[in-house]
């Protein structure tokens, strides 16, 4: 099975920092990359998908990138909301794994 | 407006069974693939199962095979997920989700595997 790796596992930042957590898929997955933002005690949300593609109602501050093995999800400008867990996912083909997860807090 | 909502979950003795369902609206449940996902408290995201529009594939993660079973009901606008010889480390908040990617998610019910 294919392993998605996330770093850092952990990542303090300042508002108006930009920010950005990697994702690597253990074999290409072409651009079979979603990311979630899991803010505490709530549901995960869809953030971006085929890597790098904002979903509806998205703020333009949070971008992805990469295709193949490496991924990149940005924050252009922190902001005290963007506090929350950040996952990968591939969904190439079963099983659709996620990363380990990448917690993201203000300093 | 699509929701998802699951149910079912609770208080189960190790070696127990449950059966969590999760009622779906607002889009045609057959044409999507659906999954369940869970999260044991304090971790994270595990990709539990999933099935596809018509039932007929099926996936189970290794840590579920065998003792997990996902169904469908497209008439009734349910998926279904039937625990069996259940854990301590099957503790967790359950979510149903359609996708991939994962776009709507349920609210998650909690399964809490104890004596």
């Known amino acids: 099975d294919i392993q998605m790796t996330q770093s850092p596992s952990s990542l303090s930042a300042s508002v108006g920092d930009r920010v950005s957590i990697t994702c690597r898929a253990s074999q290409g997955i072409s651009i079979y990359l979603a990311w979630y933002q899991q803010k505490p005690g709530k549901v995960p949300n869809l953030l971006i998908y085929a890597a790098s593609t904002l979903q509806s109602g998205v703020p333009s501050r949070f971008s992805g990138s990469g295709s193949g093995t490496d991924f990149t999800l940005t924050i252009s400008s922190l902001q005290p909301e963007d506090v929350a867990t950040y996952y990968c996912q591939k969904y190439d083909s079963a099983p659709r794994t996620f990363g380990q997860g990448t917690k993201l807090e203000i300093k | 407006e699509v929701q998802l909502v699951e149910s079912g979950g609770g208080l189960v003795q190790p070696g127990g069974s449950l059966r969590l369902s999760c009622a779906a609206s607002?889009?045609?449940?057959?044409?999507?693939?659906m999954h369940w996902v869970r999260q044991a408290p304090g971790k994270g995201l595990e990709y539990v199962s999933a099935?596809?529009?018509?039932?007929?594939?099926?996936y189970y993660a290794n840590s579920v095979k065998g003792r997990f079973t996902i169904s469908r009901d497209n008439s009734k606008n349910t998926l279904y997920l039937q625990m069996g010889s259940l854990r301590g480390e099957d503790t967790a908040v359950y979510y149903c989700a359609r996708g991939p990617p994962l776009d709507y998610w349920g609210q998650g019910t909690l399964v809490t595997v104890s004596s």
């Open positions: 607002g889009f045609t449940l057959s044409s999507y693939l």
């Open positions: 099935i596809s529009g018509n039932g007929g594939s099926t």
